[in-house]
């Protein structure tokens, strides 16, 4: 194992093209991903910012070995995940946009039931289920199905059963997408605490300036499949502060001038074509 957790190298995917019947007219395939490389430090929380198909998941779906790509490479710690598939997914862990869970059980025997899956001991699984649910703040509501769970509480036993084997590497793909602001808020502060105990590399992605700001160390914008900038959020500021005082300068502000676009724009031009 090398000591980078991440390495992307020139990764590009595309999805569709062709024709399904030789009198149609030939598509041009969708480039989901293109050319993008960065590489994330231990320790670190790496935020991938993008609108709605920029390409944010294609990208975590590589990383995570369900989606080959088209060209580039991918290295989790050393392992590529092409010829060390195996080594890669013990490595790390995804929470999904949306989570399933069983929902007729609760959310103790959901992370006790996925923990004999992930293949750890009886013992082993009993304390850390405990241990990480107790504190989510649900209290004894962990023991009641997990029927009547709001998104919000659904999110954060995702973040507890992904964080539950410890991976040293954690894909949290829009994990808050959809919370109402308080809920948001508390996944956040979940999300900041257990990947400091488990002291766990972190890429996160989301369209949300505020929690990439709270939550990452540094930032990428992603636009129709590319990186066009990354660093800390004081260094994005200050690439076009422009002789402005950076602390006033919002996030929304930066990407709108790296752009040209606010993100919600940036969906729209996608959502009517
Ligand atoms: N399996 C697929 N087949 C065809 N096209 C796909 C597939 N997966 C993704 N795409 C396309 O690739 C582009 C990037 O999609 P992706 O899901 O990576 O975006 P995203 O940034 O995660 O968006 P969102 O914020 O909505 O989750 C989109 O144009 C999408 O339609
Ligand atoms: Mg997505």
């Known amino acids: ?43 670190e929380i790496y935020g991938l910012i993008g609108a709605n198909g920029s390409g944010k998941s294609t990208v975590v779906r590589m990383i995570s070995t369900l989606l080959t790509p088209d060209a580039g490479s991918v290295r989790v710690f050393g392992f ?18 949306d989570p399933s869970f069983f929902k007729n059980m609760s959310a103790l025997e959901n992370l006790l039931f996925f923990a004999r899956i992930y293949g750890m001991g009886s013992d082993e699984i009993k304390r850390k289920s405990f241990e990480i649910l107790s504190r989510l703040d649900l209290g004894d509501r962990i023991r009641e199905p997990m029927l009547h769970f709001s998104r919000g509480q659904q999110q954060k036993v995702a973040v507890a059963r992904a964080f539950l084997t410890s991976p040293v590497m954690m894909l949290l793909d829009e994990p808050t997408t959809g919370l109402d ?27 949300d300036m505020d929690e990439a700001e709270r939550l990452c160390d540094r930032i990428a914008f992603l636009v129709n499949g590319r990186i066009v900038t990354e660093g ?26 790296i752009t040209g676009k606010t993100i919600e724009e940036d969906e729209e031009v996608l959502v009517h074509g």
């Open 80 to 97: 590529d995940i092409e010829r060390d598939e195996l080594e890669v997914r013990r490595l790390l862990n995804r929470v999904s946009p």
């Open 1 to 43: 194992m090398n000591s980078i957790p991440l390495e992307v190298s020139e990764l590009s995917k595309s999805f569709g093209g062709g024709r399904m019947f030789p009198w149609q007219e030939k598509k041009e395939p969708i480039k989901a991903v293109d050319n993008v490389s960065f590489q994330i430090k231990r320790g």
């Open 181 to 207: 602001p308080a809920s948001k808020l508390e996944v956040q502060n979940f999300i900041r605490e257990v990947r400091a105990d488990h002291d766990a590399t972190v890429l996160l992605t989301t369209h």
């Open 232 to 257: 800390t959020s004081l260094e994005l500021r200050s690439q076009i502060a422009n002789g402005r005082p950076v602390e006033e300068i919002s996030m929304e502000t930066v990407f709108l001038e």
